[in-house]
Structures are given as C-alpha cells and as structure tokens.
C-alpha cells in the first residue's frame, strides 16, 4: 500500500510538472492554421526581418536565426551596465496538416570574464615555438567576449508570433468590437468576388 502510494505521488508529480511552467526554456509556439507552407515561411521571413536582421534562413529546414541587435536594457549594476543584445530564432513546420511556429527571443549580456580552455588534446611538445599560455590565448578581441543569457523575451515573442498570424489570416484581424450587420457582411462577400 506504502509503495502504491509513493507510485502515485510520483506519478502526479510527473503529469503535474507538464505545465506551461515546467519547460522554462521551451520556445513560444503558434499555430498559423491550414496554409500552403512555402507562403507561410515566406511571411514568416519577412515578419521576422520588421524586428532583426536575419542572418541565415532555410526553407526546408523551416528556421530562421537573426543577426545579433543591441538594445539598450536596463543595467544590471547599481554604476553602469554591460552591454545588451537579443537574438533570436524562429521554426516554421508542418504539424497534423497546419503550419505552426516557434520563435525564441533571448536577451544577452557582454560578459568581462576571460574564456578559459581546457588543456590542449594535443601534448606540449606537439607545438614546441608556443607555450601553453600563447596556445590558449585569444587572438582577437572578439574571441574575447563572451555573450551570457540574460532572459527570455516572452512578451515580444508572443507579439511577433501574433503578427505573423495577423499577416497570414488577415479575416481574423477585424476588430471584435464591431456587430458584423447583413451590410457590412454583404459589402465584404462582393468584395471578396472581386
């Protein structure tokens, strides 16, 4: 009985944690609806490029990945503040006949701490003109910064993801507010003829 018990506890625990809160890290998703795909990703693409410059972008992979764009966060310090970017990707797919996407927003922050590399897979005495030090040190000051996640942008995701569903389904951007009258549906079913 003690067993089935723990068996239970255990077992709600697992079911329970399935929540919106247990996938911190998941990205924000939105399903577009029944459309062709290659229009879809298309909208998608340009969508994505109001808010970043996108560095890459595969349709048959169906992702997205923007260029780093620096914005001015709020410091993280009491006197001054690092440097801020956001990055961020995007996954168009096809699930159960609709197209639906994933789009992740991370804020990050420019970080001072100098990279450490393990030691070299290579023995010493392979590079004898360089001490260990000299094989370990960054070559540029590029290789110098180091980009930590600071946080997710959840509220610009779901913003984005919502405007590209506003771009692909324009019928269901019409306000809610306004009673739909015999005129008003008459007028736009001749308008929808043409």
Partial sequence: MRYRSILFAMLA?????C????????????????LNYPDAFAAAEA???RHFEIASSDVNDGTIESQPKHVNAQGERVLGNSPARQVAKMKV?????RVMANLTILQQRQQTDVLAAGSPDEPYS??????PAQGLAATSDKQN?????ERRMRAEEAR?????????????TEPASQPATAESSGA???QNRK
């Fill in 13 to 17: 625990a697992l079911l329970g944690g």
């Fill in 19 to 34: 929540g919106a809160g247990a996938y911190p890290d998941a990205a924000q998703s939105r399903v577009l609806g029944q």
């Fill in 47 to 49: 969508v994505f490029a």
């Fill in 93 to 97: 797919f096809m699930y159960r006949g």
């Fill in 126 to 131: 392979s590079v004898p003109n360089q001490t």
């Fill in 145 to 149: 910064l180091l980009w930590q996640d």
């Fill in 160 to 172: 984005i993801l919502q405007e590209l569903y506003e771009t692909l389904n324009p019928q269901a």
């Fill in 188 to 190: 736009q079913s001749v």
